[in-house]
């Protein structure tokens, strides 16, 4: 079963703040985060494994709650770049996954100037 | 590093034809994921392999076959396409170490596949 995004579609303008999240009703063992634009390959922001933690990006910030199996991906002072479709993708705790992430719908990023 | 790249990047076949799409993984990445993207079902898991190996598979017909050679290149095929086999085929790259259950994926540009 995918996870869920929310929200489905977010507009802001540059510097404004942004949080997207995704749950899923089954026990995580990582979720994984990408930004996909239009025509382009998804491209690595974050990895959260389950325990704390963290691999990816400098400048983002994430965080997965266990307890919820809830993870949220925080984009501040948002740029014109951060433009495009956010992804997660976890993979379940109770054995090794080998390579299979379950993706979420996506959640659509616009920024304006 | 060069990066996950893929071959062909477009792709216009006929229904019933079969298709075979390459992907050639980061250099020292032994494992290749492959997923297919579309408007209505999003990014879907295909199948994963590790030395030579399929250690994880999708629900995907078994139209969609794949393998992997000694030197980490990963082939997929699909046969008797049908018109809803149109997608972007995705192949992802992870380094693997024994303690890292769950490695990051590097995704490739994918292949755009048409199905007239």
């Known amino acids: 079963q995918q996870p869920v995004q929310s929200p489905q579609a977010v507009i802001l303008r540059e510097g404004e703040d942004a949080v997207i999240n995704c749950s899923s009703s089954k026990a995580l063992y990582s979720v994984h985060w990408y930004r996909q634009k239009h025509g382009e390959a998804p491209v690595f922001l974050m990895i959260l494994l389950k325990g704390g933690e963290q691999k990816g990006h400098e400048k983002i910030s994430a965080s997965f709650n266990e307890k919820k199996q809830q993870s949220s991906l925080y984009l501040t002072a948002s740029q014109l770049s951060y433009s495009g479709t956010y992804f997660c993708g976890t993979s379940n705790a109770g054995g090794t996954s080998y390579g299979k992430l379950t993706f979420g719908q996506g959640t659509i990023l616009t920024v304006h100037p | 590093k060069a990066g996950v790249t893929q071959t062909p990047r477009y792709l216009i076949k006929t229904r019933g034809q079969q298709v075979t799409l390459s992907c050639s993984p980061i250099?020292?990445?032994?494992?290749v994921s492959w997923y297919q993207q579309t408007p209505g079902q999003g990014l879907q898991f295909l199948f994963e392999?590790?030395?030579?190996?399929?250690?994880n598979k999708g629900n995907f017909p078994g139209r969609f076959s794949g393998r992997q050679f000694s030197n980490s290149r990963s082939e997929m095929n699909v046969s008797t396409l049908e018109l809803g086999d149109s997608a972007l085929y995705l192949c992802?790259?992870?380094?693997?170490?024994?303690?890292?259950?769950?490695?990051?994926?590097?995704f490739g540009p994918g292949t755009r596949l048409t199905v007239l």
């Open positions: 392999y590790f030395s030579e190996t399929q250690r």
């Open positions: 250099s020292g990445h032994r494992s």
């Open positions: 992802a790259s992870s380094p693997v170490v024994l303690w890292d259950l769950s490695p990051e994926q590097f």
